[in-house]
């Protein structure tokens, strides 16, 4: 499509669009919605109120399905767990297994062998 193909198509378009906002703007009902969307904001900020709390106010039962999904489970807590080195006797407490101490002692004697010293 040449480019002047484009820009009448184009300017085309915009003649509709323009010709339905004109219609638009003539509409009574439009202008009702507008003058009282206009009113209900200055209503809600006389009295210091959101959207989201008339909402909660008209339809209380929509505050108890909305909570239901934003309560997640809460993970269960990591148990300590605690190593004991036979050869040096050093004892190591940790939730997780990203302890430097521990990472050597697994690269030194193998991941077998320290999870053998868990106690």
Known sequence: MSILA???AL???LA???KQLDA???DDGLKREIEFESKLRNLL???GFSLREVK???DPHTKAERAA???QKQRRE???KQYKNPHNGEIIETKGGNHKLLKEWKSQYGADTVESWLQ
Do not use: D
């Open 24 to 26: 638009l703007k003539n």
């Open 16 to 18: 509709e669009q323009l």
């Open 69 to 71: 999904p934003v309560a």
């Open 11 to 13: 300017e085309a378009q």
């Open 78 to 80: 990591r148990q300590i």
């Open 6 to 8: 484009e820009f009448k």
């Open 45 to 47: 900020a006389e009295y």
């Open 56 to 58: 909660l106010i008209l």
